[in-house]
C-alpha cells in the first residue's frame, strides 16, 4: 500500500497498529518496505511496562531505538491528545512529499490529565506550541526565577504526570526544575547531528543552536539534566552531550514483570522518586564538583 503511487498512480495514506512488542516481528519487512522508499504511518500501542498487567516478554523496552535508528522513518512519542492530532496529521501529510518519511508512534493506553498541556498552551499560545510539538520538543514546565540550584527534566511520552510531580517534589527539596518533554526525540537527535554535519561542511567551528539549546534557556544549559523514559536507558543518554551539562539518564534497563504502574515504575528505576534521587545527585555533583 505505501507503494501504490509508483505502481498503480494512487497515492494511498496507509495507517496501521500494531502491539508495540510486536514491532520487533515485523523488524524484517519494516526495513524492506522503508529501503524500497514505501510511505506509511504505524502506531505501536501499548508500549514499556507501563503496560503493567502484562507479562515481561510484553513490555517492550528497545522499541524507541529502533524507531530513532532506521533510515527514512520518524519517530515520534507524544503524552497528550492534542499531541496525538497534531502530529498525526502532519505525518500524513508527509506520506505524500517528495522529501517526505514514513512514521512510528510509540504510544500508550495509559489515561493522563491533559491539564498540563493545556497550560502549556496557554503560556506558549496554541500556534506556537504546535510549532513547537512538531520540532520535537517543548518546555512542559518552565523552572521558577530564582538563585537557588535548578535541573532540567526530560521526558518523553507516557513519563511526563512522573516528571511533572518530580519537579514539584524537588522544589520542595530547594532544587528549581523545568520539565522538557520530546514529543521526537527523534527529531532531537536529528537537530542536534544537524547542526555538526552543517558546521563540518562549512568548515567552521561555529555552529547553529540545536532544538535541545532551543529548549532550554543559556542561562539554564550549566544545569545537570535528569531523563526518564519507559524505554531503554540508552534511547535519551545523547542529551548530556547535547547540551553540554552532566546528565543521568533513567530508563528500562532489565525485563519487566506483571504489577501495577507504581510497583514496576519503581522497581526499574523511573518512578517519581527515583527521578527525584537523580536529580539532587546531579545538582550536588554540579555544585560540589563531583
Given at each position: 500500500?505505501?507503494?501504490?503511487?509508483?505502481?498503480?498512480?494512487q497515492h494511498?495514506l496507509?495507517?496501521?497498529?500494531?502491539?508495540?512488542?510486536f514491532?520487533?516481528?515485523?523488524?524484517?519487512?519494516?526495513i524492506?518496505?522503508?529501503?524500497?522508499?514505501?510511505?506509511f504511518?504505524?502506531?505501536?500501542?501499548?508500549?514499556?511496562i507501563?503496560?503493567?498487567?502484562?507479562g515481561?516478554?510484553?513490555?517492550?523496552?528497545?522499541?524507541?531505538?529502533?524507531?530513532?535508528?532506521?533510515?527514512a522513518?520518524?519517530?515520534?512519542?507524544?503524552?497528550?491528545?492534542?499531541e496525538?492530532?497534531?502530529?498525526?496529521?502532519?505525518a500524513?501529510d508527509?506520506?505524500?512529499r517528495?522529501?517526505?518519511e514514513?512514521?512510528?508512534?510509540?504510544l500508550?493506553?495509559?489515561?493522563?490529565?491533559?491539564?498540563?498541556?493545556?497550560?502549556?498552551?496557554?503560556?506558549?499560545g496554541?500556534d506556537?506550541?504546535?510549532?513547537?510539538v512538531l520540532?520535537?520538543?517543548?518546555?512542559?514546565?518552565?523552572?521558577?526565577?530564582?538563585?537557588?540550584p535548578?535541573?532540567?527534566?526530560?521526558?518523553?511520552?507516557?513519563?511526563?504526570?512522573?516528571?511533572?510531580a518530580?519537579?514539584?517534589?524537588?522544589?520542595?527539596?530547594?532544587?528549581d526544575?523545568?520539565?522538557?518533554?520530546?514529543?521526537?526525540?527523534?527529531?532531537?537527535?536529528?537537530?542536534?547531528?544537524g547542526?555538526?554535519?552543517?558546521?563540518?561542511?562549512?568548515a567552521?567551528?561555529?555552529?547553529?543552536?540545536?532544538r535541545?539549546?532551543?529548549?532550554?534557556?543559556?542561562?539554564?544549559?550549566?544545569r545537570?539534566?535528569?531523563?526518564?523514559?519507559d524505554?531503554?536507558?540508552?534511547?535519551?543518554?545523547?542529551?548530556g552531550?547535547?547540551?553540554?551539562?552532566r546528565?543521568?539518564p533513567?530508563?528500562?534497563?532489565?525485563?519487566?514483570?506483571?504489577?501495577?504502574i507504581?510497583?514496576l515504575?519503581?522497581?526499574?528505576?523511573?518512578?517519581?522518586?527515583?527521578?527525584?534521587?537523580?536529580?539532587?545527585?546531579?545538582?550536588?555533583?554540579?555544585?560540589?564538583?563531583?
Open positions: 500500500l505505501g507503494l501504490s503511487h509508483d505502481h498503480h498512480g494511498l496507509p495507517v496501521g497498529t500494531v502491539y508495540d512488542p514491532v520487533l516481528r515485523g523488524l524484517d519487512a519494516f524492506y518496505s522503508l529501503y524500497n522508499d514505501a510511505r504511518v504505524v502506531a505501536g500501542t501499548p508500549s514499556g507501563t503496560l503493567a498487567p502484562e515481561g516478554a510484553h513490555q517492550s523496552t528497545v522499541t524507541a531505538g529502533v524507531g530513532a535508528e532506521l533510515p522513518l520518524t519517530y515520534f512519542e507524544p503524552a497528550y491528545a492534542t496525538v492530532d497534531w502530529l498525526l496529521c502532519a500524513l508527509g506520506l505524500s517528495p522529501d517526505g514514513s512514521a512510528y508512534f510509540r500508550s493506553t495509559r489515561p493522563l490529565d491533559q491539564a498540563p498541556f493545556a497550560a502549556a498552551a496557554e503560556r506558549l496554541t506556537e506550541l504546535r510549532r513547537q520540532s520535537g520538543g517543548y518546555q512542559l514546565r518552565p523552572a521558577p526565577l530564582t538563585d537557588r535548578g535541573v532540567t527534566l526530560v521526558t518523553t511520552g507516557v513519563m511526563a504526570p512522573e516528571a511533572l518530580a519537579a514539584e517534589a524537588l522544589g520542595e527539596e530547594g532544587v526544575a523545568a520539565v522538557v518533554h520530546l514529543t521526537s526525540p527523534d527529531l532531537t537527535y536529528r537537530s542536534w547531528q547542526t555538526y554535519r552543517a558546521a563540518a561542511a562549512a567552521t567551528v561555529v555552529r547553529r543552536p540545536s535541545m539549546h532551543q529548549l532550554i534557556p543559556p542561562e539554564e544549559r550549566h545537570p539534566v535528569v531523563s526518564v523514559h524505554a531503554s536507558s540508552h534511547a535519551l543518554a545523547w542529551l552531550a547535547a547540551v553540554g551539562s546528565h543521568i533513567l530508563g528500562v534497563d532489565r525485563f519487566g514483570e506483571s504489577g501495577t507504581a510497583d515504575h519503581a522497581i526499574a528505576g523511573i518512578s517519581t522518586g527515583d527521578i527525584v534521587n537523580a536529580a539532587l545527585i546531579a545538582v550536588y555533583e554540579s555544585t560540589e564538583g563531583g
